[in-house]
Every structure is written in C-alpha cells, then in structure tokens.
C-alpha cells in the first residue's frame, strides 16, 4: 500500500463547478497535512495546511479525519486558472522534520 | 518564506558522466532536502543533506550514485553520477519551516540523460 494515495485523475470541470479530492495516508503517527498546488513544469507550492478541525480559504477547503486516515480538497466555483495538479502532502515522521511523502497528485482541468 | 535559488535549470547529459546540482538558500538552515521526480511521478525523497555530518539517504537511495555536500547552512550539492536514462527527472532541493513543516522548494533541475 502506497504511503499517500490519490485519485490520479484527470478531473475534467465546467467553469463554476465544485470539485472534490480525496487522499488516504497509512502512517497514523503522521501529524501535518498540506494540500500542493503544481502547475506544469513548475515546483510544488503549499496551497493550503490541513488542520483537525478544517480550514477553509476562499473557494478552498480542507478537511481532516483523522480516524479514518483520509484528507480531502474541495473547491468550489473552479476558475480555469485552477487548472494544475493537486498533491496531497502528510508528514512521514512524529515531528516537523521536513520528511514529507507526496501523493501522486490528482491533476485538474477546468474548461471555458 | 525562503529564497532557493538551484542551478542549473536543465542540463542534457551523456550516459556514463555525472553532473552536480548546486542550491543555495537566502537564510541559514539545519536541513536541506533533496527530491527527486520523475516524468509523470510525484515526489520522493532522495536524502537530507545536514551541516557538519552525512546526508542521511532514504530507501532506495546510496551515497555513492548520489552523494551530498552541505559545506555550510545557506548550500548543499547533489551529484548524480554515472548517470543512465533512468536518471531523467526534475531534481529539486528544499528546506522545511520547522514550526509548521511547510516546505518551500526550488525551481528544480530538469536532468535529461541520453
């Protein structure tokens, strides 16, 4: 089993939909969260932090459960600059060690 | 936030040379990290490069294909050697916010070996 797994994709949108990733970890001890942003031939940028209680930013949020060991994406109103790959991040170790495992990202196509 | 300037940008290589890859962080760090990611593929780390001892190297990854300097707080080298086709891949270096764990990376290395 992959130690961060995502729905590959590719989720192809309207302009204005809703769309939702998902992501499981197997690492129970992991204890930070981050949703990344990569656009095409670019580094991976943090998008957003994952806390216990979800956060939301804009037209983004995320959420954690932490019993089920699943983080999710969600963002609503897709505008076409949305459009990139979506990594989902989780801390490999108990502390804030910069031992970071990436999913395999979920990449998102929003069209006029 | 952090500035992390790598060099260089893209190289093409021949099969059986190495080619260093230079990162170089605008504030002192503890540790810088190495990823590698191959075409189509997510991220995965290579080693984490510490001042003043060894690149502690993850699964899958040794010293002598990929060995590490960090000579001082702001920089660090990786060195692919003796590199074959299966070396292509965006090599990045990174450094982590301590207190909470986000990871700001550079611009990455575009590597392709023929």
């Known amino acids: 089993r992959k130690e961060v797994e995502q729905d590959p994709g590719p989720f192809n949108v309207p302009e204005g939909a809703t769309v939702a990733f998902n992501c499981t970890y197997s690492?129970?001890?992991?204890?930070?969260f981050f949703w990344y942003r990569q656009d095409c031939r670019k580094e991976p940028k943090l998008l957003m932090s994952?806390?216990?209680s979800g956060n939301e930013d804009g037209r983004f949020t995320a959420q954690l459960n932490r019993a089920s060991q699943y983080i999710s994406l969600l963002i609503r109103d897709s505008k076409l600059s949305d459009s990139a790959t979506y990594l989902c991040?989780?801390?490999?170790?108990?502390?804030?060690?910069?031992?970071?495992?990436f999913g395999q990202g979920t990449t998102l196509q929003v069209k006029p | 936030s952090a500035v992390i300037s790598q060099k260089p940008s893209r190289d093409i290589c021949q099969r059986g040379t190495s080619l260093t890859i230079q990162c170089q962080v605008d504030s002192q760090v503890t540790m810088m990290f190495w990823y590698r990611q191959q075409p189509g593929q997510s991220l995965t780390l290579i080693a984490t490069?510490?001042?003043?001892?060894?690149?502690?190297?993850e699964s899958g990854f040794v010293i002598d294909k990929f060995p590490i300097s960090r000579p001082n707080l702001t920089f660090s080298t990786l060195t692919v050697s003796n590199m074959s086709p299966e070396d292509s891949s965006i090599y990045l270096c990174?450094?982590?916010?301590?207190?909470?764990?986000?990871?700001?990376f550079g611009e990455g290395s575009r590597l392709t070996v023929l």
């Open positions: 991040v989780v801390n490999g170790a108990e502390s804030n060690t910069g031992k970071l495992i």
């Open positions: 990174s450094v982590a916010n301590r207190a909470t764990g986000e990871l700001f």
């Open positions: 690492n129970s001890a992991s204890q930070s």
């Open positions: 994952v806390y216990s």
């Open positions: 490069a510490n001042q003043g001892s060894e690149a502690t190297y």
